[in-house]
């Protein structure tokens, strides 16, 4: 019902920037809100950022001020831009929707992108 695709992942050296992107497709109208969670070896998944469809944002303490989660409507596009960034941030990224359909939500998620952040 809802597919989501990113992109923009690869190896970036401590202090550098990325920006990733998640391209939406399917019942769009439906999605109320879309999030960016990432998952590092041996952890669990983790929200970084959401933004809901009003525009509001909320972002994890470890990622506060040096990360921006937006999003182009026109394009059904959703961003990450990142910088500093740090050793620990890397992680595979994922986008994630929430929609709701019949009076249920459900969560869409996306295959993920690799971020590696090495000197």
């Known amino acids: 019902q809802v597919q989501l695709v990113e992109s923009g992942g690869g190896l970036v050296q401590p202090g550098g920037s990325l920006r990733l992107s998640c391209a939406a497709s399917g019942s769009i109208f439906r999605i109320n809100a879309m999030g960016w969670y990432r998952q590092a070896p041996g952890k669990e998944r983790e929200l970084v950022a959401a933004?809901?469809?009003?525009?509001?944002?909320n972002y994890a303490d470890s990622v506060k001020g040096r990360f921006t989660i937006s999003r182009d409507s026109a394009k059904n596009t959703l961003y990450l831009q990142m910088y500093s960034l740090k050793p620990e941030d890397t992680a595979v990224y994922y986008c994630n929707a929430y929609a709701v359909a019949g009076g249920a939500g459900m969560h869409y998620w996306g295959k993920g992108t690799l971020v590696t952040v090495s000197s």
């Open positions: 933004i809901t469809s009003g525009g509001s944002t």
